[in-house]
């Protein structure tokens, strides 16, 4: 009986090994036909090396030196290696995982680098063909963002979650950050005083978005959603003694032009004023003119260190109150 039961479990773990062996396989066949298509795209995507992986609860491939360059927009993305699992019930769960070295995006505005320790994004997947995107959860810690010219910025853990709803062009954002710094380049731009912190003490966001289709595999294989709806519940950041919070209901028309209504809130403006007169953002002779109109503006909502801003926009053009601010920003994803 013990003999017939080893050759049972053996026998078993022979055709999960071969089973597990064929699904990696197919799993890497499936990635190079996706190089491939970019390839014939006329993108330049390579990779040094693609080894199975997960062994053997989980369906992965290690893919080394990824490089992906697309002449029509001149970038190009260096990963020296990123890690997909799946689960055995099902593929469409997928974890992507970026090791602890320096991921590369080369633009022509510049080189920017990637360095993390060990970033994490876990994705749900609806069944069907299109692969469409139902939630992705991403965690990083000890992020840092750097230019050629020097560290733009740096975050001590960051937390990020999208959630598809009942309709399938809508999706939750929420964005956590904890430890935010601005790094050298943007201190030096700022003329910060060397005292000033350099983290903020909180860095969160709480957005809806529709677009105009679900986001699937063809946001990579072709153009990007875009935008028809923004609601931000709630978006704020507090640096030493400066806090910015914002909300905002939009709606975006075909060519990513905004209408809506922006709130805006910021306490100790006199100091951010400080800091863009210190910058060369804001001309010192620019500044009594600017102060006076903040100032009576601030007074009208009862609290002289706050300034409440309601930012009316109609048909991409910007206006506080009677007040032209002049356009908004086009709302396009490239």
Request: hydrophobic share 45%; charged share 20%; no cysteine.
């Amino acid at each position: 009986m013990g003999r017939l039961l080893v050759k049972i479990l053996v026998l078993v773990a022979l055709i999960w090994g071969a089973w597990w062996y064929i699904a990696t396989g197919k799993l890497q066949s499936s990635l190079n036909a996706w190089l491939d298509d970019r390839r014939d795209e006329g993108w330049q995507a390579e990779v040094r090396g693609m080894n199975r992986a997960g062994f053997p609860l989980r369906i992965g491939a290690a893919v080394d030196g990824l490089t992906l360059d697309d002449p029509e927009t001149q970038s190009s993305l260096l990963v020296p290696q990123v890690t997909l699992f799946t689960p055995i019930y099902w593929p469409g769960h997928a974890t992507v995982r970026l090791p602890a070295e320096p991921v590369t995006l080369t633009t022509p505005q510049g080189i920017l680098t990637l360095t993390t320790d060990g970033a994490k994004a876990a994705l749900r997947l609806n069944p069907g063909t299109s692969l469409q995107l139902e939630a992705m959860r991403g965690q990083a810690a000890n992020v840092k963002l750097d230019l050629v010219e020097g560290r733009l910025l740096s975050l001590e853990n960051l937390t990020a979650s999208v959630q598809q709803t009942a309709d399938p062009q809508i999706y939750d954002i929420d964005l956590i950050g904890s430890g935010f710094a601005p790094g050298s380049m943007i201190r030096e731009a700022l003329r910060l005083p060397i005292a000033w912190p350099d983290a903020f003490e909180a860095l969160l966001a709480d957005v809806t978005v529709s677009f105009d289709r679900p986001w699937d595999r063809s946001a990579l294989e072709d153009n990007r959603p875009q935008f028809r709806m923004i609601r931000i519940d709630r978006m704020e950041a507090s640096w030493a003694d400066l806090r910015v919070s914002l909300t905002a209901d939009l709606q975006v028309a075909e060519g990513g032009v905004p209408s809506g209504k922006l709130k805006v809130q910021a306490q100790n403006w006199q100091r951010m004023l400080d800091l863009a007169t210190a910058s060369g953002a804001l001309s010192p002779q620019m500044r009594p003119q600017i102060e006076s109109g903040i100032t009576l503006l601030s007074g009208l909502s009862g609290n002289s260190d706050t300034l409440d801003l309601d930012i009316t926009i109609e048909d991409g053009r910007m206006r506080m109150g009677f007040i032209p601010l002049g356009n908004a920003p086009r709302l396009i994803l490239r």
